[in-house]
């Protein structure tokens, strides 16, 4: 059985994908990581509001560990977040408040994460992540 580099937790925003990529081009680990990609990735399987979810992620985790004998987890979550959004609840939402949900949701995943599998390293990003809009004049 092939041992892989790590599983990679990012996010389902298609703003998203190409810095994922990317990212794991520059670290050079095409092709040596497994992949799990939900709303919010950090936020999606540590939150009370996706509490659904959780248990999909620790499944996946469990599974990426047998099979491709992982050592790593990389956390990519991003800026302009739609779950943080979510997850806030209020009417207010900033770039304060939801750095504070990105932190949060790092703190509460490492911490699961070195009771489950104390010896499995994280990596732990935040990007910018921007919107761009293109206009199609017809």
Not at 57 to 67: G, R, V
């Amino acid at each position: 059985m092939k041992k892989y580099e790590a599983m990679v937790l990012s996010c389902i925003d298609p703003r998203f994908q190409a810095k994922v990529f990317n990212h794991l081009k520059r670290k050079k680990l095409t092709g040596k990581y497994s992949s799990f990609t939900i709303a919010g990735a950090a936020i999606g399987v540590t939150h009370k509001k996706f509490k659904k979810w959780h248990s999909t992620f620790w499944d996946n985790l469990e599974t990426s560990i047998k099979l491709h004998k992982i050592s790593k987890l990389i956390v990519l979550n991003h800026k302009d977040c739609g779950a943080a959004k979510i997850a806030n609840k209020k009417k207010q939402f900033n770039s304060l408040i939801e750095n504070k949900i990105h932190k949060e949701s790092f703190i509460n995943l490492k911490k699961k994460l070195k009771k489950k599998h104390p010896n499995l390293k994280v990596s732990l990003k935040l990007y910018q992540c921007r919107l761009i809009l293109n206009f199609l004049i017809f």
